[in-house]
């Protein structure tokens, strides 16, 4: 008998707490260790790898979700697993080199790489969510845990009601009397008002404040500075590079002594350079069309050369950079977001 996986409702939500909590544990951790010089935890031949701490804290977390139910363990769960895989991928550098070196350069590359995974994992769960009646019946259940807790909304219940006759009207004949049975509990239960969380309120407002910028004239002022700023930085970092190749002292400053040598240095210069060419192609071309009052087309060459970016020349950028290169990671995916934001809304008249 074979076994069926269905989909939870909430699998998207629970990788973005993963994500975001992973990614916040390795940056702070990161900023740590920079600030400190790297200190050694342990004496003599012992040396505690922050990598064990952060298998630990993947083990708790998972055990959270094991013992304890309902939605805040499962988002405790996935908190305190995100931390602690934050920390375990940051010694990602000592598992691929034979001399264990944490600052192996295309480490954090190889980190990002696992991010951006991620990110691709929460966007195609964010996609619509089966509608089929096995996947209904067992999203009603989950709310059953809200019953018990006496903490069904009004939004939650009506939802599940909604639910329950989709899978009256598409379900088997055991579905549909399971149905009818929930739809009865369901319909008997008293929906109490959402309470206000102050974090929640905030983040929307931020998220409409945002939204609003880019439907004003000073989103094509925004977009024409990240042509410009992308295009000239993208130049200015080839020509830090390529000095590297030549004559140190000349470009001492740019380059802080550091030599720029080996056969995987040029591969990733090469690939940095062609992937922020495209990049800049595409910028300019949004702009060309912004110019030319077609700003539907502008727009989508503005989103393509933010995903090269965000996809492809951030890959690149943090092999030579590393921590330097969130801040434009950050940027651009703000940017993709609103751009999104204002075709959804069909704002595009600015």
């Not at 190889?110 to 964010?126: A, K």
């Given at each position: 008998m074979g076994i069926r996986l269905v989909r939870r409702e909430d699998a998207s939500e629970m990788v973005l707490m993963v994500m975001v909590s992973a990614i916040t544990a390795l940056m702070s951790l990161r900023i740590y260790l920079e600030l400190t010089d790297y200190p050694r935890i342990g004496r003599g031949i012992w040396h505690i790898s922050h990598a064990l701490t952060g298998g630990l804290v993947m083990a708790a977390g998972q055990l959270v979700n094991l013992i304890w139910h309902g939605d805040r363990a499962r988002k405790i769960s996935a908190v305190i697993f995100g931390i602690g895989f934050g920390w375990f991928i940051d010694e990602l550098g000592k598992y691929i080199t034979t001399d264990y070196d944490y600052l192996f350069k295309p480490a954090f590359s190889?980190?990002?790489?696992?991010?951006?995974?991620?990110?691709?994992?929460?966007?195609?769960?964010?996609?619509?969510?089966p509608k089929d009646p096995?996947?209904?019946?067992?999203?009603?259940?989950?709310?059953?845990?809200?019953?018990?807790?006496?903490?069904?909304?009004?939004?939650?219940?009506?939802?599940?009601l909604t639910n329950l006759k989709l899978i009256s009207s598409k379900g088997t004949e055991e579905s549909r009397l399971l149905a009818r049975r929930l739809h009865r509990i369901v319909e008997e239960t008293e929906a109490k008002e959402e309470g206000k969380n102050r974090l929640k309120t905030w983040w929307k407002k931020m998220g409409r404040l945002w939204y609003a910028a880019f439907k004003k004239r000073l989103f094509q002022f925004l977009l024409i500075v990240v042509a410009v700023v992308f295009t000239t930085g993208s130049l200015i970092d080839s020509v830090r590079?390529?000095?590297?190749?030549?004559?140190?002292?000349?470009?001492?400053?740019?380059?802080?002594?550091?030599?720029?040598?080996?056969?995987?240095?040029?591969?990733?210069?090469?690939?940095?350079t062609v992937a922020d060419g495209a990049a800049s192609t595409l910028y300019l071309a949004g702009l060309f069309w912004i110019f030319r009052r077609n700003k539907?087309?502008?727009?989508?060459?503005?989103?393509?050369?933010?995903?090269?970016?965000?996809?492809?020349?951030?890959?690149?950028?943090?092999?030579?950079?590393?921590?330097?290169?969130?801040?434009?990671?950050?940027?651009?995916?703000?940017?993709?977001?609103?751009l999104s934001q204002l075709k959804k809304d069909g704002s595009i008249e600015v």
């Open positions: 190889f980190i990002y790489i696992v991010f951006v995974l991620l990110f691709l994992l929460y966007w195609w769960l964010e996609r619509e969510f096995r996947t209904l019946t067992y999203q009603v259940l989950n709310q059953l845990e809200d019953i018990a807790d006496n903490n069904l909304t009004k939004p939650e219940k009506d939802k599940a590079l390529l000095s590297r190749f030549g004559n140190r002292e000349i470009f001492d400053y740019w380059t802080e002594g550091k030599e720029l040598l080996t056969r995987a240095d040029i591969n990733m210069f090469t690939f940095k539907i087309l502008g727009i989508n060459y503005f989103q393509y050369g933010l995903t090269v970016n965000i996809f492809l020349s951030s890959v690149f950028k943090f092999y030579f950079e590393q921590l330097g290169a969130v801040a434009g990671v950050l940027s651009s995916a703000l940017i993709l977001v609103g």
